[in-house]
């Protein structure tokens, strides 16, 4: 089962009530760029320098107290939606505004019905949020969150053949020119997806992404034998997942 609903999460998912194995998301980062995309040396595996602004498709202003509440009602609804021994791998970033550093776990420890596992460092080797006075952030988080009341389920890191990465720091660079999802801002890499839902989930299991974008997540899982529900707001990136998502099914009859 595939199903990628169009809408925001607290509209399309109200049914996944203790229902979800394994929840992998990214939600807009509240980066406040706007104005065309400059692509600086991804294309050559490097450093991107000059992608200041480019976040399109999301309204990425928010002001940074109404983002927070609504990451912190975000991650209360994942609590309800995960299963007992469910994993939440939530994608994420420090980001820097006005030389200060604004960091997720500001509004992770606000939510003390989720318990923090794992810490993955995503190496992306990119960035659309720069100060020329700071380090250029092109690392990304990657946190791996149970329910404080739930059974604790350990990963697949040990029984898993073909999982590509297994510490904790994963080298994917993102290159835009070779992605499948150019249209997309801020995509997610399909080696990504697919070591998240191989270590935290097992086949037949249903993985959820309520921030959808450009569906990779959805791909992986179908690819991977597993179930998927998820939700996405945009409905440009939601008619070209489901396009995307008719290629895959079409590879794997």
């Known amino acids: 089962m595939i199903d990628l609903r169009l809408g925001s999460y607290e509209d399309c998912l109200k049914d996944q009530i203790q229902s979800i194995d394994l929840l992998f998301t990214s ?28 976040i399109t498709g999301y309204k990425d202003t928010l002001r940074e107290g109404d983002y927070q509440d609504s990451q912190i009602a975000f991650l209360r609804w994942c609590v309800k939606a995960l299963k007992e021994d469910g994993v939440l791998v939530y994608n994420h970033k420090p980001r820097r505004k006005n030389g200060v550093m604004i960091h997720p776990m500001q509004w992770l420890l606000a939510v003390p019905d989720l318990v923090l596992m794992e810490e993955i460092i995503w190496d992306r080797r990119s960035t659309h949020n720069h100060d020329n006075h700071l380090f250029w952030p092109t690392t990304e988080r990657l946190y791996v969150l149970r329910k404080a009341d739930g059974r604790y389920r350990y990963e697949n890191n040990g029984n898993v053949r073909d999982l590509q990465f297994r510490d904790d720091h994963w080298d994917i660079p993102l290159n835009p020119r070779k992605a499948t999802d150019k249209n997309h801002a801020c995509p997610f890499d399909t080696r990504l997806a697919d070591n998240v839902i191989k270590a935290f989930s097992d086949p037949g299991d249903l993985v959820c992404d309520p921030y959808s974008g450009s569906g990779t997540t959805a791909a992986s899982a179908q690819r991977l034998d597993r179930n998927f529900v998820g939700s996405e707001l945009d409905a440009k990136y939601h008619r070209e997942s489901l396009k995307r998502l008719n290629a895959v099914q079409r590879e794997l009859v």
């Not at 406040?32 to 050559?44: I, T």
């Open 27 to 54: 939600p807009p980062y509240n980066i406040g760029s706007g104005g065309p995309r400059v692509d600086g040396f991804r294309h050559r595996g490097g450093k991107d320098k000059k992608s200041y602004g480019g």
